[in-house]
């Protein structure tokens, strides 16, 4: 199975779903739903994520090119 950024990280779903059904025509209106997003979350989700890179990266070593489906 194909992973998004969504399934792999619940709290990426939040602003892709606000996405959903709205007619996106320049980055002007991505950034109006992605700043706020962004903006309310804690020093604690961006630690956490960045402490996940190194294990992300390793999982993407070790599956030689294969796809990700965890």
């Known amino acids: 199975m194909l992973q998004t950024p969504s399934s ?3 709290n990426f779903a939040l602003p892709m779903n606000r996405l959903a059904g709205e007619k996106v025509h320049d980055r002007k209106d991505v950034k109006k739903f992605l700043e706020p997003f962004f ?13 996940q890179l190194s ?16």
């Open 8 to 10: 792999r990280n619940p």
């Open 39 to 51: 903006a309310s979350k804690s020093p604690e989700f961006y630690a956490n994520g960045i402490a």
């Open 55 to 70: 294990l992300r990266w390793q999982e993407v070593m070790n599956s030689i090119g294969k796809l990700i489906s965890q």
